[in-house]
């Protein structure tokens, strides 16, 4: 005599490609994604959570012959980030790192290893009166390039550890990145904020520029920046603009 203890579906895999609609890093480049069936539902398996870009959640939807993103990344060309300087005195501070003077607004950049989160700390920042930017672990420096404008760049090297000047450019400051970014502020604004200088010591530099305002332009959010990219590498514009 035999008893029917009822029958239990086992799960099934199927690796399909992902059709990410705009995103980008959901998976490694060429990477497969598993979809689990498992009692009657579907588990898609080796997704991140939310696009390197835009920092949305992706909406997935299995098909036949693959898994489909069904909203579009908000930004499908990346980001390039303008924002304002004031810099009435005509001297600037400039170091990796001015947060403890102005801040930042944690609870609205989401984030920040996304190019969107990134943007957010970029403008929270500027809104408060500094110059940010994430450079990683670069220590570029501050370049003159005309007047009136400048570039936050690394030049480039040669095998021999030899390094590339560039073009044109002078070099007026350094950036020690402890903290992976830039920071620059109107001197006399930094100072009146409690900020000192002294505090800073080799890891800041003092610059003097054209009194005025000046537009950032930022680059890295952008898609096909390349932080590895042989030669020099700018990752910010700075020019006056008033």
Avoid: K
Wanted: glycine letters at 12%.
């Amino acid at each position: 005599m035999t008893t029917d203890t009822g029958s239990q579906e086992l799960p099934s895999f199927q690796n399909l490609p992902l059709h990410p609609n705009g995103h980008l890093g959901l998976v490694r480049d060429g990477a497969l994604v598993t979809v689990l069936r498992m009692e009657g539902q579907e588990h898609i398996l080796g997704v991140r959570h939310s696009c390197v870009v835009c920092d949305e959640g992706s909406q997935l939807q299995v098909g036949a012959r693959a898994v489909e993103v069904t909203n579009p990344c908000s930004y499908p060309d990346g980001i390039t980030t303008e924002t304002i300087l004031h810099v009435p005195s005509g001297r600037i501070v400039i170091a990796d790192d001015l947060r403890a003077v102005y801040g930042w607004d944690r609870e609205t950049i989401g984030d920040y290893n996304t190019a969107a989160g990134q943007d957010r700390a970029i403008r929270s920042l500027a809104a408060a009166g500094c110059a940010f930017g994430p450079v990683g672990n670069s220590c570029p420096g501050l370049y003159r390039t005309s007047p009136d404008t400048y570039v936050i760049a690394t030049a480039g090297y040669h095998e021999n550890g030899s390094e590339d000047q560039l073009a044109g450019a002078e070099r007026v400051a350094g950036i020690i990145t402890d903290l992976w970014a830039y920071s620059i502020a109107d001197l006399d604004d930094f100072t009146a904020r409690g900020g000192s200088v002294a505090a800073l010591a080799w890891s800041a530099d003092i610059v003097d520029i054209t009194p005025g305002t000046y537009q950032v332009t930022h680059h890295t959010g952008e898609v096909g920046f390349d932080h590895d990219a042989p030669g020099a590498l700018t990752f910010a514009h700075i020019r006056r603009i008033a």
